[in-house]
């Protein structure tokens, strides 16, 4: 017998509230916030064949829904509350429904956060997760704070992903082993939420990587009104990326997607304070360049010579 | 040349923040809570084809994804602040967009809230909105609050959408006029914000009718542990759905579906309390029944005899 949709939600993502006033099953949930702290908010929309393939697991797909807001939430300082879930699906498959729900609950349990509310029905597999976080009034990392001097910095490694999806595509030929880590990056992000927390304040400016790294770093540079300098040769990547082609390697590390790491920027004099804060948040970081006056994004090699790169990012009606 | 994604956030969907501390453009938006005040949370998925028909005006799509969403801020009594938009849609149609913005930013102007954020990408038309809302702490309309001897009360009319419906689908022959407002009921439904907000601390429970009345009173009166006496006669409905045929009247206002008014009930003793909210919110508002002890839904007709129907709403996954 065909699951009907209110069972759905009661057997897979209905659990007491335990943050929430109200949590799953009324008109809207009811969340408590914490006096003296802002709110923030985001929103993804996951699109099969587009922001997945029809391959992926259900857990990692539970899972990398969720993750892809906290990254955003993290590129804001903010710590995790709540979220909703909105999920069409061609039908209520119960074993899609098992693992997509176990993905997206483990993860949310790592952060202490809870599914509060949301909506399904029958259509194409869509995804759509609203998340809210709390920081302090007025100490939301922002696009706009980067400053001329400024460190540029990123977390973890990058490229991952579009390596996997340059190997499932044929375009790449990578080690069984090379390929199994590049597709855990892809399928499975950790969002950096600690070391988010730990920039506040410290940070001039912060946004995490889903575009790719010139893309999103282009974002920065307008909202803040400078320039950049970026080391190539500083890029921090897995030991394996060396299995691809220069050129691959290159474009994996500048235009990749779906990182998921935080790029921000922070005061030259404060180095040894953003190290200790990402040691603190257990993520490696690695400096990459320099904030610069003027507008215009330059990549150099070891060298100091330009590299010549494209510079526009992921876009949905364009790709 | 076709609009990139982000130039079509820019052109139809960015505004100046008014009320938010941070609004579109950003990885989240940044609201400041009002101190005293919950957040209530609730989220919608549309999906056309089963949501809405392809034939509807882009403007009127707009006001009514956000309308479904501010109908549930209203069944908690909780007054909008804000609200998240995700669009998926085949390819970037200019036509289709500033239809659809204007409706939803003119509905969301009349409510005095902002769009803060989103995300937009290729795919099926899909449209998910998240609505934040407030109420004071311990204040939110629920659907558990119902007690044997409180009045049944719905606002509006009953049916209109789903004569609409029956009529598009060549079940039902009605005037033009007749036509034109049913059409109007089911793509411009009118959230009763001000009611809702007027009921706080006088209606002992509260929900909006998207399901049809007899599912979503089954949803209070499960929650409340109550059952009801539903008198057909005293219905609430439009002048011209008395062109159906008896027995689709009946449908239409027992199991509608899209309806958009709220169901709450009262303290019998409140019934004049509750007819000055109502007049006070400018929504006409109707008794149309009796919280009994027990658990059975009973509709009656005007001699009190019981009327046969079967008692489900609408289920996404078996319709």
Redesign the interface.
């Known amino acids: 017998m065909?699951?009907?949709?209110?069972e759905?939600i009661d057997r897979f993502f209905r659990r007491p509230a335990r943050q929430a006033?109200?949590g799953v099953?009324?008109?809207?949930?009811?969340?408590?916030?914490t006096?003296g702290?802002?709110?923030?908010?985001?929103?993804?929309?996951l699109?099969e064949g587009?922001?997945f393939l029809p391959t992926v697991a259900p857990e990692r797909l539970g899972h990398k829904a969720l993750a892809v807001n906290l990254s955003?939430?993290a590129?804001?300082g903010?710590e995790p509350r709540?979220f909703?879930?909105?999920?069409?699906m061609p039908?209520?498959d119960e074993a899609f429904l098992e693992g997509f729900a176990r993905g997206l609950l483990a993860l949310a349990d790592a952060h202490g956060i809870e599914l509060?509310?949301?909506?399904?029905?029958?259509?194409?597999l869509?995804i759509?997760i609203?998340a809210?976080?709390e920081?302090p009034?007025?100490r939301?990392l922002?696009?706009?704070g980067a400053r001329a001097g400024d460190d540029l910095w990123v977390s973890g490694t990058l490229g991952d992903a579009r390596a996997a999806l340059e190997a499932f595509r044929g375009n790449a030929r990578i080690s069984a082993e090379a390929f199994d880590a590049a597709r855990c990056a892809m399928e499975r992000p950790q969002p950096r939420v600690a070391l988010g927390i730990a920039l506040r304040g410290l940070a001039t400016s912060?946004?995490?990587l889903s575009d790719g790294l010139l893309g999103d770093l282009g974002h920065v540079l307008r909202?803040s009104g400078v320039g950049a300098c970026v080391e190539l040769a500083a890029l921090p990547r897995s030991r394996w990326l060396g299995e691809l082609p220069p050129a691959l390697q290159r474009i994996c590390l500048l235009q990749g997607g779906d990182d998921y790491e935080l790029l921000f920027t922070a005061p030259a004099a404060r180095a040894a304070a953003v190290q200790a804060a990402a040691q603190g948040a257990g993520v490696a970081v690695a400096r990459i360049g320099r904030i610069e006056p003027g507008a215009a994004l330059r990549v150099v090699d070891a060298d100091g010579r330009a590299v010549e790169v494209a510079a526009s990012g992921f876009?949905?009606?364009?790709t």
Chains 1, 2 share one sequence.
């Open positions: 065909a699951l009907g949709e209110f759905l006033v109200v099953g009324d008109d809207c949930a009811v969340v408590a916030p006096p702290m802002q709110w923030c908010v985001t929103t993804d929309l699109v587009r922001h955003d939430l590129a804001c903010a709540a909703t879930l909105a999920l069409a039908r209520a509060v509310g949301g909506d399904t029905t029958a259509g194409p869509v759509s609203t809210f976080g920081v009034a007025g939301a922002l696009r706009g912060a946004i995490d909202a876009d949905h009606f364009r």
